[in-house]
T-cell receptor, first 113, second 114 residues
Framework: GENVEQHPSTLSVQEGDSAVIKCTYSDSASNYFPWYKQELGKGPQLIIDIRSNVGEKKDQRIAVTLNKTAKHFSLHITETQPEDSAVYFCAASFDTGFQKLVFGTGTRLLVSP | GAGVSQSPSNKVTEKGKDVELRCDPISGHTALYWYRQSLGQGLEFLIYFQGNSAPDKSGLPSDRFSAERTGGSVSTLTIQRTQQEDSAVYLC????????????FGPGTRLTVL
């Protein structure tokens, strides 16, 4: 089955810096890769996703890149703000209309003012 | 409209007791998922519903765990004879009809088994 590894487990940056979180997956059949943000006491919320037919996707300050050959994908946050502080999860699945997402273990991002 | 809701938000129980956790998905969402989030871990898939049927229940850890969904809406996750290792946050998510990928998560139920 699919296995997703995520690094780092914690990341501390200064406001305005960039943050990068990396994930690797094991199943070459996976073709859908979402990123979720989880704030304290809340459920995860989708922030961006990418499919295997695309190498990069951007949405304002966040971007995701995918390297299918190496089976890794990364989340990039530019110009970080204190409100970006949260736990971020990557996930992977094979899209059959049913999203059995396999999640990474999460990265706790702390953005200091 | 309202998001996914879960109840109770917190549940403390004694080892050996049964618990029921409830999920109300977003109206019109046909697919519903249950996940378990242990401390410091990612989300672990438990079961998936399409309508009232469960095509994939492969993530249920043991036969003490069961879930049902009625009327294509509310779902209940039942854990019988709870054990301390069942302590975790149980999250529910729903998605729009086929073709949409985003899973909308509820706030979760934090279960503590003493």
């Amino acid at each position: 089955g699919e296995n997703v590894e995520q690094h780092p487990s914690t990341l501390s940056v200064q406001e305005g810096d960039s943050a990068v979180i990396k994930c690797t997956y094991s199943d070459s059949a996976s073709n859908y890769f979402p990123w979720y943000k989880q704030e304290l006491g809340k459920g995860p919320q989708l922030i961006i996703d990418i499919r295997s037919n695309v190498g990069e996707k951007k949405d304002q300050r966040i971007a995701v890149t995918l390297n299918k050959t190496a089976k890794h994908f990364s989340l990039h946050i530019t110009e970080t703000q204190p409100e970006d502080s949260a736990v971020y999860f990557c996930a992977a699945s094979f899209d059959t209309g049913f999203q059995k997402l396999v999640f990474g273990t999460g990265t706790r991002l702390l953005v200091s003012p | 409209g309202a998001g996914v809701s879960q109840s109770p938000s917190n549940k403390v129980t004694e080892k050996g007791k049964d618990v029921e956790l409830r999920c109300d998905p977003i109206s019109g969402h046909t697919a519903l998922y249950w996940y378990r989030q242990s401390l410091g871990q990612g989300l672990e898939f438990l079961i998936y519903f399409q309508g009232n049927s469960a095509p994939d229940k492969s993530g249920l850890p043991s036969d003490r765990f069961s879930a049902e969904r009625t009327g294509g809406s509310v779902s209940t996750l039942t854990i019988q004879r709870t054990q301390q290792e069942d302590s975790a946050v149980y999250l529910c998510a729903s998605t729009k009809p086929a073709g949409e990928n985003e899973q909308f998560f509820g706030p979760g139920t934090r279960l503590t088994v003493l």
